[in-house]
């Protein structure tokens, strides 16, 4: 059932975005932005609080209207086609909205209810799908007192009883330890490799960088940056980072000395940045000026070097 690359590629794509905008009175939530899923890949929307991701995909699950600018989706058309379109959907939203009063089985029975799925039909992909998510052992079990972890597991698991063409995730794994993080990407990965086209945001760069095919960036409505997780580093970063933390208090006059050593410098409050293609003899190039750091760390650029220098480090509320 896999998808390949190849055939994903020649595809019509699943998703299309011409010109898209979306506005609340004076408010530009997304601003004129085109962008294409193609089936078979998890495409991402990476950007900080207020970029316009969550209104980007509430649009793409034909829940919010389109302001201006053209989308298809399913190769319908939202304005028109929204209830074929929703069926076709799976939907995992940022907040978990399950009846914590019912069971495991029984949030998805009513779901699969809201499809017009007959009950063998819903009970043959509860079952699967219990199995699917590690909750096989809790299907009578009340939601309320489950772990963050499996409340999650459960929403994905109910986006999927209708078998989606086509599946939404908003911050799919916020608010979660590493290890039931670490699980979720294990079954997303999955459903990748069966065929469905999974659409994500995230604030999570190694989440972005683990799962997705492709991913635009997003700030102020805006897509500033689109391609795959490596091509967006090459793009737009160096090759290596080094790290350097000095005595608190003396970053900008080591910053100084350091200028010129790599293709850029960055001073934060803690440490300073050398952005180089070569660690290494960046490291030997410090000594070589004189200057002795408390620490180092030598490390490979990552898709958050991307992130913080296209939208920057201060902090959206």
């Given amino acids: 059932m896999a998808t390949t690359t ?10 299309s975005a011409r010109h898209l905008s979306k506005r609340f009175g004076e408010l530009v939530a997304v601003d004129d932005i085109d962008f294409q899923v ?16 969550s209104s980007t995909m509430r649009m793409i699950g034909s829940v919010s209207p389109v302001t201006s600018g053209d989308l298809r989706v399913l190769g319908m058309d939202p304005a028109t086609d929204g209830p074929r379109i929703r069926a076709r959907l799976g939907v995992v939203p940022q907040e978990d909205n399950l009846d914590l009063e019912l069971t495991v089985y029984e949030n998805l029975l009513i779901y699969g209810r809201y499809f017009g799925l007959s009950r063998k039909v819903i009970d043959e992909r509860i ?12 299907r009578k079990s009340r939601v309320e007192p489950l772990s963050g972890g499996m ?25 979660l330890d590493p290890q039931a993080r670490h699980l979720l990407w294990d079954r997303l990965y999955r459903l990748k490799r069966e065929g469905v086209t999974l659409i994500i945001t995230t604030h999570y ?4 960088e683990q799962l997705c095919d ?3 960036i997003m700030d102020k409505g805006k897509i500033v940056a689109e391609g795959s997780p490596r091509e967006l580093i090459e ?28 293709s850029h410098v960055e001073t934060l409050p803690d440490r300073v940045l050398v952005y180089t293609d070569d660690a290494d003899r960046a490291f030997d ?16 650029a990552t898709l958050e070097d991307v992130f913080l220098s296209l939208t920057g480090r201060s902090l959206v509320d």
Avoid at 6 to 15: F, I
Avoid at 127 to 138: A, G, I, M
Avoid at 236 to 262: I, N, P, W, Y
């Fill in 214 to 216: 492709r991913l635009v």
């Fill in 38 to 53: 193609r089936p078979g890949e998890v495409f991402g929307f990476l950007g900080p609080n207020g970029a316009g991701k």
């Fill in 6 to 15: 190849v055939a994903a590629a020649m595809s019509e794509p699943l998703v």
């Fill in 151 to 175: 409340k999650r597991r459960l929403t994905i698991a109910r986006g999927l009883i209708n078998t989606p063409e086509l599946l939404l995730l908003d911050e799919p794994t916020t608010g």
């Fill in 127 to 138: 079952d699967e799908l219990l199995k699917f998510t590690q909750l096989d052992e809790r």
């Fill in 285 to 300: 190039d410090v000594h070589g000026r004189g200057l002795v750091p408390e620490s180092t760390v030598s490390r490979r």
């Fill in 235 to 262: 793009r737009h970063s160096t090759r290596e980072v080094l790290e350097l933390r000095f005595e608190v208090g003396t970053q900008d006059e080591h910053a100084e000395k350091l200028s010129g050593l790599g």
């Fill in 205 to 208: 760069m190694d989440e972005a």
